[in-house]
């Protein structure tokens, strides 16, 4: 089925059609224009897209209207405005005048700030030197402390090691010294002298050790004898004695271990003050293991074990066996 002329009709509109003749009784004649629905609707949409720009420009409002009850007032004073060659005056009003000013003078702090910036930044750049410079003297400083404690090191060890030379040519030196324990000491403020000091150590030597030939000072020479000490009341000072032969001191020392066991008298060989506090921190030691039914001695710097050796190790302040 096709399209009618009425539809046809309906649809194109009736403008190529004569104009409508309307009857009326009245004597003017009315005529009317047939107008096509493409034509409307385009040009409602032409209206609105304008509106809608131009609401959206900010140019003007949804409803303008006079912001002064009295126009008249405005328009008189656009009018003394005027100058006199008919141009409006660059006048600017209270609230431009402020403007201006409010801007000048945020132009002003803007220039102060850009000052103080700027030496903010210069001091900024100087105390990045100085730090530069201070961490160059701090790194300097470290490797001078690590050389000074690597140097300081090196000298412990050297002087440790001179220590033990010297102390081990002190007990070479003393290797003819003899100390005698409980020799009898006289009574009284009276101090004795080298000459009685030897009389008694040759009497001990001959009486209590057995040397019969002690008193002759070809075969036991004696250098020099003496109290050791300050002289206190009540206790006996020992007494050292310097043979002329280490091997004669040797064999004294060897025989009055021997017989004087036991007895108030007591021999021992002349160490130096390194050795001696060593010895005496081996003593504890040595009474432990000969309590435990172990044998024990003290041989020089040492403590001998069940002929196992060992030496003190003052950071563990304890006994360790030599290797």
């Known amino acids: 089925m096709g399209v009618t002329v009425e ?3 309906a ?3 009736r403008s190529g059609q004569p104009p409508i003749r309307c009857k009326a009784k009245s004597k003017f004649k009315m005529s009317a224009i047939v107008i096509g629905r493409k034509f409307v609707t385009g040009t409602l949409r032409v209206a609105l897209l304008v509106s809608v720009i131009l609401l959206l420009s900010g140019d003007i409002e949804e409803n303008p209207g006079p912001t002064s009850p009295k126009p008249t007032a405005r328009r008189e ?3 003394t405005r005027i100058t006199t060659s008919g141009n409006i005056a660059d006048q600017p009003s209270p609230s431009a005048a402020s403007t201006a000013r409010t801007n000048v003078e945020t132009i002003e702090i803007l220039r102060e700030m850009r000052g103080e910036m700027h030496e903010l930044s210069n ?9 530069e410079r201070l961490t160059t003297q701090f790194d300097k400083l470290q490797t001078e402390q690590c050389e000074l404690k ?3 090191a090196a000298l412990k060890t050297r002087v440790a090691g001179l220590e033990a030379k010297l ?3 002190e007990n070479q030196s003393r290797r003819g010294n003899v100390l005698f324990f409980g020799v009898p000491e006289k009574d009284g403020a009276t101090l004795e002298s080298w000459e009685e000091c030897e009389t008694a150590v040759r009497n001990v030597m001959s009486e209590n050790i057995g040397l019969h030939d002690a008193a002759e000072d070809s075969v036991y020479g004696i250098e020099r004898a003496h109290r050791l000490g300050r002289k206190v009341q009540g206790k006996t000072r020992p007494i050292i004695v310097k043979f002329s032969r280490d091997k004669v001191a040797s064999k004294v020392l060897s025989e009055g ?10 021999v021992s060989q002349d160490y130096s003050e390194g050795v001696r506090n060593v010895r005496k921190k081996l003593i504890p030691f040595m009474v432990k293991a000969r309590e435990e039914g172990r044998m024990a001695s003290i041989k020089f710097d040492k ?7 060992y030496t003190y190790d003052d950071k563990i302040e304890n006994i360790v066996p030599t290797i």
């Open 7 to 9: 539809v046809w009709r």
């Open 11 to 13: 649809r194109i509109g």
């Open 77 to 79: 004073t656009r009018q």
């Open 123 to 131: 001091d900024m750049k100087r105390v990045s030197g100085n730090i």
């Open 150 to 152: 690597q140097e300081n």
């Open 167 to 169: 102390d081990k040519q």
């Open 257 to 266: 271990r021997r017989v004087l066991k036991g007895s108030s008298i007591g």
């Open 303 to 309: 403590l001998v074990i069940d002929k196992r050796t």
